[in-house]
């Protein structure tokens, strides 16, 4: 029986074959892998996996596709298929980078899903820029393996790029200016995104959403969106108030000059109910004391601390307070002062 097909249409077919075996091999080994990979509590295996799903299938056809064509080349000389290997190459590159792109993000989303689960302190802020970094230098190194593939000498891409990186670096210096300040931002952490934030040098306060590397997004106490430029991070003083231990209350009460009799014992009373006081830290400094003699009022200052951090169970110790302050006032007789001024009129004789 004659052959029908020629030797280099088999062989083409034994290739095709060949690659479509090897596709499905992989996929059975994937699958295999991922029940494996399901009874253990480490992040890196099931990243690996699943960031190699679509990547390893389209590296296997590109190989096999590749190979075929130059066959075809070989056979037909076709001169279009001599930019082949250069185009396979770099597909090749891509296809890593693909892989590389979807195993960093793979990995920080189980990171972040394992601490989760486990009640862990999760620093989302160096996990987003550790991957950040990881991207750029991704982006970079096969942007480099490209330029050697398409035959531009790597040398020379650098020695251009730092002529050119003066002259960018005046172009956009505050742009570059942004992305040194998002990096100090990254490195030494003032904040992080949850954090409240407050800047006693500008009118910026509110809760950190998103640390960029040009600019930051704060939602406001009114919930408008801030978008703050990081250079401004390096010379601003910031408050982070998520970090603070506990929350002070400092008053200053002013009572009337006719209680100055009542005062002592006012101030002994104010005292002890602040040292009594369940949401009051007494570990921490307690001053109740009589400060100034003012104009029309003897001023009381009352320096306590809260073991609570919460702006809103904050003020709410602070009300208690407050108002057994004003209690304690009442019930010993006396009252609070207000502004009063008292005029002198003199009428003199046969007026």
């Not at 095709?16 to 009874?39: D, F, G, Q």
């Not at 250069?86 to 990171?111: D, Q, T």
């Not at 972040?112 to 160096?126: C, G, H, K, P």
Request: charged residues 20%; neutral net charge; contains cysteine.
């Amino acid at each position: 029986m004659p052959n029908s097909l020629s030797p280099e249409i088999i062989r083409i077919l034994l290739v095709l074959a060949a690659t479509l075996v090897t596709h499905m091999l992989a996929l059975r080994a994937l699958n295999h892998a991922e029940k494996l990979t399901a009874k253990t509590d480490t992040v890196w295996d099931d990243a690996l996996l699943t960031a190699a799903r679509k990547p390893l299938p389209a590296f296997i056809w590109l190989g096999g596709l590749g190979f075929v064509l130059h066959l075809i080349h070989q056979q037909t000389g076709e001169q279009m298929l001599e930019y082949l290997a250069p185009i396979r190459n770099i597909g090749f590159i891509i296809c890593i980078a693909w892989f590389l792109f979807r195993l960093i993000r793979e990995v920080a989303n189980n990171l972040l899903t394992l601490r989760a689960q486990t009640s862990a302190t999760v620093d989302r802020t160096t996990v987003d820029v550790l991957g950040k970094i990881a991207r750029i230098t991704v982006i970079v190194i096969a942007a480099l393996m490209v330029m050697q593939t398409l035959g531009f000498s790597i040398s020379g891409v650098l020695a251009f790029g730092g002529v050119g990186g003066i002259a960018v670096g005046f172009a956009a210096k505050d742009l570059l200016a942004n992305l040194f300040g998002g990096l100090m931002v990254h490195l030494d952490r003032p904040f992080n995104v949850g954090d409240s934030i407050r800047s006693p040098d500008r009118q910026i306060e509110g809760k950190v959403e998103h640390i960029g590397w040009r600019q930051s997004s704060i939602r406001a106490v009114n919930m408008s969106l801030i978008y703050v430029p990081n250079s401004l991070f390096t010379s601003i003083i910031v408050e982070n108030t998520t970090r603070m231990s506990k929350r002070r209350i400092q008053e200053t009460l002013g009572l009337r000059y006719e209680d100055l009799a009542k005062l002592s014992a006012i101030i002994a009373d104010i005292e002890t109910m602040v040292r009594a006081h369940p949401g009051i830290d007494t570990e921490e400094r307690i001053v109740v004391s009589l400060n100034s003699m003012a104009e029309s009022s003897l001023n009381i200052t009352v320096i306590a601390f809260t073991r609570c951090t919460d702006l809103t169970e904050f003020h709410q110790v602070k009300q208690d307070v407050l108002f057994q302050i004003a209690a304690i006032v009442a019930r010993h007789g006396a009252d609070f002062a207000f502004p009063t001024r008292t005029l002198h009129h003199i009428t003199k004789s046969g007026d």
